[in-house]
Nanobody, 113 residues
Framework: QVQVVESGGGLVQPGGSLRLSCAAS????????MGWYRQAPGKLREFLGS?????SMNYADSVKGRFTISRDKNTVYLQMNSLKPEDTAVYYC?????????WGQGAQVTVSS
């Protein structure tokens, strides 16, 4: 079992920045990759990017150049810059293991003036 907890959400003005954290615990040694997703009201969950056990990252085109994923041991970060109102969503972190994917509870990010 892997426990995943997101933190760092909140309200930010358009053009601002925010950093989300995702802490994994439990059988974290089994994690192959960790990813970030978001879900806006009335929309499907959207993949944002992921990081493998090393330093290999990949990003969705919609956030490439604005969002950056980094990792420090069992914590993964999502640095979000130049935020837009359409970035408003609940942001989720997921840990992929041989036993399945484990999800956090989500962190609300609201971009509004």
């Amino acid at each position: 079992q892997v426990q995943v907890v997101e933190s760092g959400g909140g309200l930010v003005q358009p053009g601002g920045s925010l950093r989300l954290s995702c802490a994994a615990s439990g059988s974290a040694f089994s994690i192959r990759s960790m990813g970030w997703y978001r879900q806006a009201p009335g929309k499907l969950r959207e993949f944002l990017g992921s990081i493998l056990s090393g330093t290999s990252m990949n990003y969705a085109d919609s956030v490439k150049g604005r969002f950056t994923i980094s990792r420090d041991k069992n914590t993964v970060y999502l640095q979000m810059n130049s935020l837009k109102p359409e970035d408003t969503a609940v942001y989720y972190c997921s840990a992929d293991t041989p036993f399945g994917a484990f999800w956090g509870q989500g962190a609300q990010v609201t971009v509004s003036s």
